[in-house]
């Protein structure tokens, strides 16, 4: 009987240790496949993290370098518009010129070369001035008139190619404004351009320049709120233009 109950309790002890073993094993597997997803996990957060956070460092250097270009092309912009058509209004309107009453011919000749008159035309100009000092100065000015409609016409160019070069740049709605306003300068110069021609003020003119003026002032001041707004627009509103204009 003793016998019995020994081997009882010795198999009850052997099972116990071999539960106790199996138990302690397994939740050693657990723990050890719990901290492996643990370390895998943290690996994979970590790569997110990485990601998001070179997707916005990539975002802000895009943003800083689009808003400073987009400032330089701006006031660049702004500036050509301003000097296309302060040239163009200056062809009409009350207009200062010089007499050249106490011009001689060696003032009339420097005052030509300053004006950026081409020596073989100075020389004709001055060849009349000799035999008539009147139509040598309505020769002149004659001239000068024609140089003067080529430099509004090539400041307006120069304002429409600045435009072509850097649409990438602009929000759409200011690339149409600026568009119609090259436009609309160009129909302007038409009218100075056939005045010029016929050498006479024909019916209507005054108005159709007045008209055409006014036109250009509101456009000029719809571009200069529509610039001031876009570039005081934070990163928010930088991209949120730039998913308007993409899409």
């Known amino acids: 009987v003793y016998s019995i109950v020994a081997s009882v309790l010795t198999s009850g002890i052997v099972i116990s240790l071999l539960g106790f073993t199996a138990s302690k094993f397994a939740g050693g597997a657990i723990d ?29 250097a895009d943003f800083n370098l689009h808003v400073q270009k987009r400032h330089e092309v701006y006031a660049k912009q ?15 309107g009350l207009r200062k010129e010089l007499t050249f009453e106490e011009f001689d011919r060696s003032d009339f000749e420097t005052y030509l070369k300053a004006r950026s008159v081409v020596g ?15 139509e040598g100065i309505r020769k002149a ?26 649409a990438l740049y602009m929000s759409e709605a200011l690339e149409n404004e600026v ?10 110069q038409v009218l100075f351009d056939t005045e010029s021609r016929l050498q006479r003020v024909r019916d209507g003119f005054f108005k ?36 308007t204009e993409e899409s």
């Open 32 to 60: 050890h496949l719990f901290k492996r997803r643990l370390e895998m996990h943290k690996h994979e957060l970590q790569a997110i993290t990485d990601e998001y956070r070179f997707d916005y460092q990539r975002r802000v």
């Open 141 to 166: 000015r004659d001239y000068l008139r024609i140089l003067e409609l080529q430099e509004a016409n090539a400041a307006r160019v120069e304002a429409n190619n600045h435009k072509l070069v850097n």
């Open 208 to 243: 159709e320049v007045t008209d055409g003026q006014h036109e250009l002032d509101t456009l000029m001041g719809a571009i200069k709120a529509r610039m001031r707004s876009e570039l005081s627009v934070g990163a928010e509103g930088y991209y949120t233009l730039r998913s």
């Open 120 to 134: 073989g035309k100075i020389a004709g100009i001055l060849s009349v001035w000799d035999q008539d000092r009147n």
């Open 179 to 188: 568009t119609e306003l090259v436009e609309k300068m160009g129909r302007v």
């Open 78 to 92: 702004f500036e050509l518009l301003q000097i296309a058509n302060g040239r163009l209004m200056s062809l009409g």
